[in-house]
Structure formats: C-alpha cells, structure tokens
T-cell receptor, first 116, second 113 residues
Framework: DTGVSQDPRHKITKRGQNVTFRCDPISEHNRLYWYRQTLGQGPEFLTYFQNEAQLEKSRLLSDRFSAERPKGSFSTLEIQRTEQGDSAMYLC??????????????FGPGTRLTVT | QKEVEQNSGPLSVPEGAIASLNCTYSDRGSQSFFWYRQYSGKSPELIMSIYSNGDKEDGRFTAQLNKASQYVSLLIRDSQPSDSATYLCAVKVIKAAGNKLTFGGGTRVLVKP
C-alpha cells in the first residue's frame, strides 16, 4: 500500500511566475485535500475533492489558485502570478469515503515552495 | 478565539517520563479528533484518532476526549528521544459538505536523554 505522493518536493520560483504541483492519493481513497502550512503554524485547509468534484474551497484560495482532479485520481494545484506570501509547504492528504475510519486523512511529503 | 488551541511549548520531558499534551476546541459540533506528529521539515503523520468520550490507547500513546469540556489530550508514556517532534491536534466538524480538518498550531515536545 503506497502512500500519498507529491511532486515536486521543492520548488523555487521568481515572483510573478506560475507553478503547478501534483498529488497522487492512496489508490483506494476517493477524498483528496490540499492544505498549506507556514513555519510555526498548523496546516490550513485550502480545498477538498470527492472523486472529481471540488466540494469545498477555503477563502484562503484566492483567484490565483486553482485545483483540479479531472479523473478522480491525481490532483493538481496551480498558483498563478506567485507572490512572496505564497511561500509555504503545500500538503496533500487523502482519506477513504467509507469504512471504519472515513475521516482519517493521510498526508503526502509536501511540496515546499519558495518565491524569491 | 482560535478554533483549535494548543500550547506551543516547548514541552521538555526527561526520557522515560510521561508527556502530556492538551488541546481545546471552540466548535461544539466537532465530532472527530486527531493527533498528528510532525518532525522538523517533514509532513504530519497520523498517530491517533478518537471519536467518543473517554480514553483510547495505542501502544505508548493515549488519547483522551471530553466533549463537555471541549478538550482533547494526548499522553505519551515512556517518552523516547525519537518522540521529539511537534504534535498537532486536528478537529473535524461534521457539516453538510465539509470535511476539512482544522489544526491547532502544534506543541513542540523535546525529550531529553
């Protein structure tokens, strides 16, 4: 049973550039989440997918952020016109819909974004 | 008032002692509670989940939940240097379409040999 994977693990970009991150959830999990974590803080929720449907978005997710999960498998998170305030660890998590532990979320290794 | 509050620490405990971590939450609709361990530079790792009042034990970890007091705690028995990490409390509120976890800021634990 492979865990959640994310790519890339690190990304350094210049302000104003666009970046895209990928997340592959645990194969039998149909729920997928994106969080953002800055130093010294807990993760903050960004958005949630059930299969291919994006069911919830945080107010943190400005118009520059977009997420997709086109076939209900992997997901991408794109940030357009990056700003220095976007520098953070971007975490993806997945959970099963059914079963005894439907709300337990398992995190991938994260993508650390640095905007210079 | 933050939705989920934790003492940031650091909580320093000698090796072999019990580490006691506390978490309070504000939303009485919260129904699922989780503890994650996060090593520096790594992602959160789920170590405990608890859904009903009382204690739940798993190895050296015990989670305690008191919904009336809106309080959840984590005990780490026989603390080891490898337990040195930040422990995140997370809460899920059962809403119509929401499944997000709300995290506290974490408690940093230092286990000294």
């Amino acid at each position: 049973d492979t865990g959640v994977s994310q790519d890339p693990r690190h990304k350094i970009t210049k302000r104003g550039q666009n970046v895209t991150f990928r997340c592959d959830p645990i194969s039998e999990h149909n729920r997928l989440y994106w969080y953002r974590q800055t130093l010294g803080q807990g993760p903050e929720f960004l958005t949630y997918f059930q299969n291919e449907a994006q069911l919830e978005k945080s107010r943190l997710l400005s118009d520059r952020f977009s997420a997709e999960r086109p076939k209900g498998s992997f997901s991408t998170l794109e940030i357009q016109r990056t700003e220095q305030g976007d520098s953070a660890m971007y975490l993806c998590a997945s959970s099963p819909q059914l079963g005894t532990k439907p709300y337990e979320q398992y995190f991938g290794p994260g993508t650390r974004l640095t905007v210079t | 008032q933050k939705e989920v509050e934790q003492n940031s620490g650091p909580l320093s405990v000698p090796e072999g002692a019990i580490a006691s971590l506390n978490c309070t939450y504000s939303d009485r609709g919260s129904q699922s509670f989780f503890w994650y361990r996060q090593y520096s530079g790594k992602s959160p790792e789920l170590i405990m989940s608890i859904y009903s009042n009382g204690d739940k034990e798993d190895g050296r970890f015990t989670a305690q939940l008191n919904k009336a007091s809106q309080y959840v705690s984590l005990l780490i028995r026989d603390s080891q240097p490898s337990d040195s990490a930040t422990y995140l409390c997370a809460v899920k509120v059962i809403k119509a379409a929401g499944n997000k976890l709300t995290f506290g800021g974490g408690t940093r634990v230092l286990v000294k040999p």
